[in-house]
């Protein structure tokens, strides 16, 4: 079971990789899709609650995370047809220096904590922070709107990995209602997304600039 | 029954959605009125909450609550009159919003479970974005998408506070509920390296939505962008239940012996707020805005008093109360102004005093209300944070507060000043309403007599509520 957790989270972590190195918007939008069900299933394999009630809920996050949340920013990119190259700020080659940069960083910060609750999963503390940063980067490191929601996505799923796997203490109940105040955000700023693309026919939020002071 | 406050509205706004124009306005007053007579019964402290793991009636929550909910019945009296002169074009998602809006915060002042106080803060940016949006111009899309990004990628730092809290928890070994009151109870056990680090992400996170410098950049923009009701709400309670979730995880920090540190975090962004605020406020051409940099200075004053503990605390919780009362009085105002003058420039108006005598009576008290000058009560709470930072020590703190506040009023009083007697010579007199005027009377007023006589239950309120978060006397 320990291998088949590390796999997993590699897969979590091959999937920053192809986020910062996709230049079209709906190979990174499958991206997010892949990390979504990827890192939803984590604690299925860390076998930390295997009740019916507990894989019900797995279950329905990961349909929510790798299938509705996607789906709803590929059906508003679609419906009024971006530009679907992205470039970030500082290029492709960078980006992938940062990636590199960021999984030695992270692997180097958590190697200082040394929690007992996950001695067992190497992975799983470089993984989280790598989604945490990583998602900050995409974040900050795009003008395409598209792509600054993709970030902040890919920033959640990252503090989903590291509320569902550290502690067992907060409720399914309780989660449920966290990951439907993210559908329902990003279920809003989709519809933001289309009505910028109305307005100024781009997502480049660099022309979002009537109210800088 | 004490969920059904926050459910009340919540099922109405979902009715408001589907009713035809005029019903929603009717719909929105008697949800507040409702709302605030569920408010006060809940003052008298026998409903009890169903779900016992989640919420809770604490004392903090009831005053944030009260606010809330007279707030809200007189803004909704206010709002009423508003949007028979304002051009809004789909007025039942604007009502629906601002029902779903209130049951959030009154979700936010109730919740006791740190994750719930999560999901009801985010969700009331969430019900909040379609406020924003109302006008549906190039500039309110702009504001409503940075609102939308900045505080959702904020409060997801919040969340993995709340996750550090929880971990605090699991190393410490202490199996309570992940409340905050059972989290206050049990604070000396918890492991208080990732408490601290758990603090840090919460004060990041809920302090962008509080509107703290430098996280504040959505708040003048979402303010000076939403129709003058909603951002009277924006600025006179949001801000209050982003203090909330701040407030109680400082609770848990001065439990567990650590107010030092988390106090002294809040004295550095409290006074980054007000800087910010006091190089905005002097060079602002739109009043809306002034304002919003003016709500932005006054939670830097509230951040800063709670971190400095002991008196601060309690003139912070002062400010709090009071800053929600004026505030909002005085956007209601710019919402007058706007209407008369059509502009939201400073520039374009002039002369309040003798176009419209009733609302430069409401303005003019706002002002001298926010400036913090007596007889209101923000003078009081500001007065008592000063006194609270030289006894305990905190000078330079306090010589930096008080350069700012006379930056600020200086700044604030030219524009007032312009606004109200600029042109003095036009007699053209402008068409105010009553009901346009007299919910900032109302407003005012409270402040002033709050000032002069506090209710016992209130004030005992007040004094348990800050005796919990590090005041003393």
């Not at chain 2, 930072?389 to 506040?405: D, K, T």
């Not at chain 2, 348990?464 to 005041?471: E, N, R």
Request: aromatic share 10%; proline share 4%; charged share 10%.
């Amino acid at each position: 079971m320990i291998h088949l957790v590390d796999i997993v989270l590699s897969l979590v972590l091959l999937s920053i990789l192809l986020s910062f190195g996709s230049s079209r918007l709906p190979v990174l939008i499958r991206v997010i899709g892949f990390q979504g069900v990827v890192v939803s299933s984590v604690p299925l394999f860390m076998g930390h609650d295997l009740s019916a009630f507990g894989i019900a809920f797995s279950l329905a996050t990961l349909s929510i995370r790798g299938i509705i949340i996607p789906l709803s920013i590929y059906l508003a990119i679609k419906k009024v047809a971006i530009r679907q190259e992205v470039e970030p700020i500082y290029g492709h080659h960078a980006s992938m220096l940062a990636w590199l940069g960021l999984i030695v960083a992270a692997a180097f910060i958590s190697g200082k904590f040394n929690l007992p609750a996950i001695n067992n999963h190497p992975l799983l503390m470089p993984t989280a922070i790598a989604l945490l940063a990583g998602g900050m980067f995409l974040l900050m490191g795009h003008r395409n709107a598209i792509a600054m929601v993709l970030g902040y996505i890919m920033m959640e799923n990252g503090i989903y990995l590291v509320g569902t796997t550290f502690s067992t203490s907060t409720r399914h109940i309780v989660e449920f209602g966290i990951l439907l105040d993210v559908l329902a955000g990003v279920m809003i700023m989709a519809v933001i997304l289309q009505n910028i693309k109305q307005q100024f026919d781009d997502v480049d939020t660099s022309l979002l600039r009537t109210l800088k002071e | 029954m004490v969920e059904i406050v926050f459910l009340i509205p919540f099922l109405t706004g979902i009715v408001a959605f589907f009713l035809p124009r005029t019903s929603g306005r009717v719909l929105l007053v008697l949800t507040g009125a409702a709302h605030l007579v569920l408010s006060l019964i809940l003052w008298t402290g026998w409903p009890e909450p169903v779900f016992p793991a989640y919420f809770a009636v604490t004392p903090e929550g009831l005053l944030s609550l009260i606010v809330i909910s007279l707030l809200f019945f007189l803004i909704s009296i206010y709002t009423t009159a508003y949007l028979k002169k304002s051009d809004i074009r789909s007025e039942n998602i604007f009502t629906g919003s601002m029902l779903l809006f209130l049951s959030t915060m009154t979700m936010v002042t109730l919740s006791d479970h740190i994750m719930v106080m999560w999901i009801a803060i985010e969700a009331t940016t969430l019900a909040s974005a379609p406020l924003i949006f109302t006008h549906r111009s190039a500039a309110s899309l702009e504001a409503t998408w940075k609102y939308v990004l900045v505080c959702s990628v904020g409060i997801a730092l919040a969340l993995l506070g709340s996750v550090l809290i929880t971990l605090a928890m699991d190393i410490g070994g202490v199996d309570v509920p992940v409340s905050f009151s059972a989290l206050t109870t049990a604070a000396r056990q918890l492991d208080p390296l990732w408490l601290k680090a758990g603090f840090v992400f919460i004060l990041v996170g809920y302090g962008t939505k509080m509107g703290l410098a430098p996280m504040h950049t959505w708040l003048p923009d979402a303010h000076g962008e939403a129709p003058s009701p909603a951002s009277a709400l924006l600025s006179g309670v949001l801000l209050n239940c982003a203090y909330l979730g701040i407030f109680k995880t400082h609770k848990i920090m001065v439990a567990a012996g650590l107010e030092s540190f988390s106090g002294t975090i809040l004295m550095v962004f409290g006074l980054m707020s007000i800087l910010a605020a006091a190089t905005f406020i002097l060079k602002q051409t739109e009043y809306k805005r002034l304002l919003a940099y003016s709500s932005i200075e006054n939670m830097g004053i509230i951040a800063f008093g709670t971190g400095i503990g002991g008196l601060g605390a309690y003139g912070a919780m002062l400010c709090l109360i009071h800053h929600s009362l004026i505030k909002s009085s005085l956007f209601l105002t710019s919402g007058n102004i706007l209407l008369g003058f059509g502009s939201r420039l400073i520039e374009d108006t002039g002369s309040l005093v003798r176009r419209m005598p009733r609302t430069f009576v409401a303005f003019f008290c706002g002002f001298v209300g926010i400036s913090g000058l007596p007889p209101f009560g923000i003078f009081i709470g500001e007065m008592l944070i000063i006194m609270g930072a030289f006894r305990n020590g905190h000078y330079v703190g306090a010589a930096i507060f008080i350069l700012s506040l006379c930056v600020i009023f200086a700044g604030f009083a030219n524009h007032a000043l312009k606004i109200s007697f600029e042109g003095y010579r036009t007699t053209v007199q402008m068409e105010e309403s009553a009901s346009m005027v007299w919910p900032q009377y109302v407003l005012l007023l409270t402040s002033l007599l709050l000032c002069f006589w506090i209710p016992d239950i209130f004030s005992r309120t007040i004094t348990q509520a800050v005796t919990a978060g590090g005041g003393v006397f």
